[in-house]
């Protein structure tokens, strides 16, 4: 039986460990990776492999030649375009008449692959995809089998709403040659993106072997480091060229190591290599061929490959050191950091940790390095949250990090347009803008400051001005003590998961554009977009609803900037208002359980003032909260229903809410005869449903706090009701929310659980998992940003609904404990 391994990675986000190999030749443990893969298969077997090649193919061609010194026999088939996983092994199929195996050179595995061929001719399948669990899954292609392990489902590189497994698709799969017919040759395409789903539509048979080997897919550093301490560790079944010495350490042919130096394992000493009196090599350490390691230098969790040198007194914690580096005399590595091929560290410097130094580089004696030389500073991992990037100012979020990230913004926007930037008038905004505005005008892009505004002033702003897209950054609602950064696209929506993802891709390999000085980008004011939304505010308005006839409104906790850009707005309606408790100072702010304790202040004030509604804009001004004279606070879920009742009142046919939302909503369509469409819980996925179903109208009630409040009132008055009534006439409904903590590696196993026990439930994926029941229904759903799980339930009755919510909060808390 024949083997294809897929060699033609470039390995990107391995940098700088691949500036000068393909990604499948970065060693571990002293040989590349593809060498382990090939003794892989060798060992079960296969001895006729074929090997796709697209970056750096001689690399590969003159270290392994035909394959023979290893005992197989190697084929090379190469790329001229990039043809996609599928299309790069269809590139290959003269050499494959028969079934055969399909392998990737760049992923370090133990999988026994002899059970995983005897599954698939057991099962007469046409494909057989060879899964395993993971903790995050994240980063892979999903998948969902049946008892039998036909393939129900797989997801590529879905959200945490969409992790309903920890199994995920390892890149090694058998196939039938009748799999290549579906698609032509030299058309670019997938496995898990086009062929796998292809043959899913078709109902052809498409099994998933569950194998419990060891795999590891080395995408990034961190994964590199984990692979090699995994074999360090006893995790992996490979062959290590060195000998096993005992406690815990590998010995290579020709080693001098001095009786006064100290070697704790687990370790692996290479061959040639010189370890001086004094020396400290311990706790999950590699050195490659023919490193020096010189006295009283100390080493640990640190990988060094062939021709290091590290000098005396030196100290390497967590660190990888390439081919041919000299770390000199009293210097220091830290964690996270790597150093590339043949750059020397000079005495005594400090390179502090997540630092990385790219090939031939000479850092001079004495320098602390913070800042990867050249490209930047650090990679990030989930930098985007489920509504763009928060944390604190300048301890999570710095003026350098926002240098980056409105350059790698700017550089995947479409050319030709300015993007425009606003924030709030925090200090903290204001001062962080500055850094973004100089990532993107060095990029050479125009930017347009809008100032400080109100985000849906900032979402107007964007879309009158024709913007390729835009940035606002204001306090957090949540905590004080943090900022929020929103991206924009140009009609002012959220900006999409994808295009989050490719700028956190960007940041992650330090590709930025940088333009010469009389390249770079201008920055022009545009003092008029408040006005100029208010201005459309005002021409949209009815004003006989409005103005003086119309009911009295109380205006709750307004903060200064909501207060100087909504007040004039309403005085130009001539909105009859009323203010409760303005902040003045910026240190007076309310937390929002401070704020609900003076609820029922305000509703006393409805009462005495005769006033129709009271209400509180959130600081962004996109968020609206409602209070009738009965202390009833309308939020959340009672605000939904209000403006689906709203909407299907003023003859609006579709309503779109979060998958999370009461049925309540659903109650009241049928009583309109409307129709409601569920979406993910995401503001940026429900923002393009409305955009896409051209529902306008909702988009305004539900993130543009001051519209919407106007349009609340022009019905009122045109009702001639207060708000208390409509309220009244909403149905009962009883929801409950809870959150349980769940760590970010069981999150994928939970959801597989729940849904192997839910088989026979009436089950919804749309966001999450939701179990539906004769009681009501229940959502689970893995939060984005921390590592806890939200539960929502509904039931008939109060008691119902906890019930439902429990149960389930202790089946994951169940499943958590459970070992497998």
Known sequence: MKAVIMAGGGGTRLRPLTCDRPKPMVPIMNKPIMEHIISLLKKHGFREIGVTLQYMPEAIKDYFGDGSSRGVKLNYFIEETPLGTAGSVKNAASFLKETFLVISGDALTDIDLTSAVKFHKEKGSLATLVLTSVHNPLEYGVVITKEGGDISRFLEKPSWGEVFSDRVNTGI?????????????????????????????????????????????????????????????????????????????????????????????????????????????????????????????????????????????????????????????????????????????????????????????????????????????????????????????????????????????????????????????????????????????????????????????????????????????????????????????????????????????????????????????????NSRAASKYREMLCREADRELTGEKGNLLVLAFMEPLVYKQVIPLFKELKVKTLLFEPFEKEDELLSPPEIRRKIKGLSKMIREKGASLGALMDRTGENLILVDEKERIIEGDYFTALISYLLFREKEEVVAVPVSTSGVVDKIAERFEGTVIRTKTSPSFIMEELDQKGLDFQYVLQFDAAAALISILQFLNREEKSLSQIIDEIPEFHLTQKRIECPWSAKGKVMRKLIEECREEKVELVDGIKIHSPQGWVLILPDPEEPYYQVYGEGYNEEVSQSLTNFYIDKIREIQKKKE
Request: one cysteine or more; hydrophobic letters at 35%.
């Open 173 to 525: 799969y058998i196939l039938e040659p009748e799999a290549l017919n579906l698609f032509p040759e030299g058309v670019k395409f997938d496995f898990s993106k086009d062929l796998f789903p292809l043959l899913l539509e078709r109902k052809d048979s498409l099994f998933g072997f569950i194998s419990e080997g060891y795999w590891c897919d080395i995408v990034n550093l961190e994964q590199y480091q984990e692979a090699s301490f995994a074999i360090l560790e006893g995790k992996v079944d490979l062959d290590m060229e060195e000998k096993y010495q005992g406690n815990g350490v590998w010995l290579g042919e020709g080693a001098d190591i001095s009786s006064r130096a100290t070697i704790k394992g687990p370790v692996v000493i290479g061959e040639g290599c010189r370890v001086e009196a004094g020396a400290r090599v311990q706790d999950l350490s590699v050195l490659g061929k023919d490193t020096v390691i010189e006295k009283e230098a100390s080493l640990k969790r640190s990988i060094c490959w062939s021709g290091a040198y590290v000098g005396k007194g030196s100290e390497l914690r967590g660190t990888i050191i390439c081919r041919g580096v000299r770390i000199e005399e009293g210097a220091g590595v830290y964690e996270g950091s790597v150093i590339g091929d043949k750059s020397i560290i000079g005495k005594g410097s400090r390179v502090k940790p997540e630092t990385k130094v790219w090939p031939y580089k000479h850092i001079e004696e004495g320098s602390v390095l913070n800042e990867s030389v050249i490209w930047g500073r650090k990679s990030w991992k989930n930098l985007f949250g489920s509504s763009g990037i928060k944390g604190t100012p300048n301890r999570d979020i710095s003026p350098e990090l926002m240098v980056q990230v409105g350059n790698a913004f700017a550089s995947l926007l479409k050319e030709g347009r300015p993007l425009i930037v606003a924030s709030d008038d925090w200090k903290a905004s204001l001062m962080l803008k500055q850094a973004l505005i100089s990532g993107i005008t060095g990029a050479g892009r125009e930017v347009i400051h809008a100032g400080e505004l109100l985000a849906p002033m900032a979402r107007f702003a964007f879309k009158e001005g024709k913007a390729s897209g835009g940035i606002y950054l204001h306090r957090s609602l949540e905590d004080h003590e943090e900022i929020q950064v929103k991206f924009f696209d140009e009609k002012g929506l959220n900006l999409s998961k994808e295009m989050e993802r490719k700028i956190e891709q960007a940041c992650q390999r330090e590709e930025f554009s940088r333009v010469l000085g009389r390249e770079v980008g201008e920055v022009k004011e």
